[in-house]
């Protein structure tokens, strides 16, 4: 599943124009980072800071492309939604129209709990923050580390390992082996921010509450022994708010070992909801798969609503560019979710169970659907 001819053609034209910044005497040997914050920006450099105080905290989103060398990946981050959407359709994936396991999914719906997921997100708050470049980052990436190998220990057959990157914080993947090697993605990153490198960040609707969903999931599915067709991964990123890091790497790592991905679905935030609906975003996103997902939601929890995030505005954004299927998933509309998100505010006691709960239903339906493809 890689990112087809045209994106490649593409690379050239944009290529000069992501490069440009890049030639000036500022650059990554000063400490600064380079940043995209729409497809016409030709990036900007600036310090880690700047990217969490004067953009993350101002809702403006972007994308780190400081250390992106694939020109197709910068060309797809450099075209318009459309055009993109247009280029990667020819790797598109021809997903059912209905559902068709309702048979293996329901029993394990039944099983779904927040008992466990509120243990979990009242540990993840309590780190002071998880910044990708703090003590507390790292702590926050062992504790979850040695509880995703807690939780998959119910069934032997599961991995679970640390992905490395450049800075303090690995990503974590859990790995259900199906009878193929096909992979199907659900994600959710783990790092949070208060506002600045240094603020109180508790971040529990962004993110332990699509971490407490994803560990929710894989609970069920090791409990009950799951044995999927398709290979089941479940990715917790680290360094999402400092412009996708940590899933730009993941991503760019399965582009290049050639491995074949037919969904990803992302979840940011699954903890605030005053509609009482999950949103499922259309824009920067797989449009056949978004359509999937809501053919999935709507059998197994309701309706669902619709929205746009811009740019750059979740890790889903990184499996698109690297010419991979993804849909992205979200606990309400921009204008009704939570309002307390990059701030010292995103406590535990903000949190709507019944929101997660529905988040979880749905994602063991999507792993188990999907599983199937």
């Given at each position: 599943?890689?990112?087809?001819?045209?994106?490649?053609?593409?690379?050239?034209?944009?290529?000069?124009?992501?490069?440009?910044?890049?030639?000036?005497?500022?650059?990554?040997?000063?400490?600064?980072?380079?940043?995209?914050?729409?497809?016409?920006?030709?990036?900007?450099?600036?310090?880690?800071?700047?990217?969490?105080?004067?953009?993350?905290?101002?809702?403006?989103?972007?994308?780190?492309?400081?250390?992106?060398?694939?020109?197709?990946?910068?060309?797809?981050?450099?075209?318009?939604?459309?055009?993109?959407?247009?280029?990667?359709?020819?790797?598109?994936?021809?997903?059912?129209?209905?559902?068709?396991?309702?048979?293996?999914?329901?029993?394990?719906?039944?099983?779904?709990?927040?008992?466990?997921?509120?243990?979990?997100?009242?540990?993840?708050?309590?780190?002071?923050?998880?910044?990708?470049?703090?003590?507390?980052?790292?702590?926050?990436?062992?504790?979850?580390?040695?509880?995703?190998?807690?939780?998959?220990?119910?069934?032997?057959?599961?991995?679970?390992?640390?992905?490395?990157?450049?800075?303090?914080?690995?990503?974590?993947?859990?790995?259900?082996?199906?009878?193929?090697?096909?992979?199907?993605?659900?994600?959710?990153?783990?790092?949070?921010?208060?506002?600045?490198?240094?603020?109180?960040?508790?971040?529990?609707?962004?993110?332990?509450?699509?971490?407490?969903?994803?560990?929710?999931?894989?609970?069920?599915?090791?409990?009950a022994g799951f044995k999927p067709k398709n290979t089941l991964?479940?990715?917790?990123?680290?360094?999402?708010?400092?412009?996708?890091?940590?899933?730009?790497?993941?991503?760019?790592?399965?582009?290049?070992?050639?491995?074949?991905?037919?969904?990803?679905?992302?979840?940011?935030?699954?903890?605030?909801?005053?509609?009482?609906?999950?949103?499922?975003?259309?824009?920067?996103?797989?449009?056949?798969?978004?359509?999937?997902?809501?053919?999935?939601?709507?059998?197994?929890?309701?309706?669902?609503?619709?929205?746009?995030?811009?740019?750059?505005?979740?890790?889903?954004?990184?499996?698109?560019?690297?010419?991979?299927?993804?849909?992205?998933?979200?606990?309400?509309?921009?204008?009704?979710?939570?309002?307390?998100?990059?701030?010292?505010?995103?406590?535990?006691?903000?949190?709507?169970?019944?929101?997660?709960?529905?988040?979880?239903?749905?994602?063991v339906a999507f792993l188990v659907e999907a599983s199937f493809?």
């Amino acid at each position: 599943m890689h990112l087809p001819v045209v994106l490649a053609l593409l690379a050239g034209s944009v290529s000069s124009v992501v490069a440009a910044p890049a030639a000036e005497s500022q650059g990554a040997d000063t400490g600064l980072r380079l940043i995209k914050t729409s497809p016409e920006d030709p990036g900007k450099w600036v310090t880690e800071e700047q990217k969490i105080r004067d953009y993350k905290s101002n809702g403006i989103g972007f994308v780190d492309i400081t250390d992106i060398t694939d020109d197709d990946v910068l060309a797809a981050l450099s075209a318009p939604d459309t055009q993109q959407e247009k280029a990667l359709s020819a790797q598109a994936v021809d997903y059912p129209s209905s559902v068709g396991h309702e048979g293996e999914a329901n029993p394990l719906l039944a099983q779904v709990s927040v008992t466990s997921p509120k243990d979990w997100l009242k540990t993840l708050t309590e780190f002071y923050n998880r910044y990708y470049q703090s003590s507390y980052g790292t702590e926050a990436a062992t504790w979850l580390f040695d509880t995703v190998k807690s939780v998959a220990a119910e069934n032997s057959a599961i991995s679970v390992t640390q992905f490395a990157h450049s800075f303090k914080q690995p990503s974590v993947i859990a790995k259900v082996p199906g009878t193929t090697e096909d992979l199907v993605i659900v994600s959710a990153h783990y790092d949070s921010t208060g506002g600045s490198s240094s603020a109180r960040g508790p971040g529990a609707d962004d993110n332990g509450s699509g971490v407490v969903v994803l560990l929710e999931a894989l609970r069920v599915l090791a409990s009950a022994g799951f044995k999927p067709k398709n290979t089941l991964e479940f990715h917790f990123y680290g360094g999402e708010e400092g412009g996708l890091l940590g899933s730009q790497d993941v991503f760019s790592d399965y582009k290049s070992s050639g491995k074949t991905v037919l969904a990803v679905l992302n979840q940011d935030m699954t903890g605030y909801s005053p509609s009482g609906k999950m949103s499922i975003f259309t824009d920067y996103v797989d449009s056949a798969l978004t359509a999937y997902a809501r053919v999935v939601a709507t059998a197994y929890i309701g309706a669902t609503t619709s929205d746009a995030c811009g740019y750059g505005c979740s890790d889903h954004a990184s499996a698109r560019s690297n010419g991979f299927p993804a849909a992205y998933v979200c606990e309400d509309k921009m204008d009704a979710s939570s309002p307390y998100i990059h701030t010292s505010r995103d406590a535990y006691s903000t949190i709507m169970w019944d929101a997660v709960l529905r988040h979880t239903k749905f994602t063991v339906a999507f792993l188990v659907e999907a599983s199937f493809l």
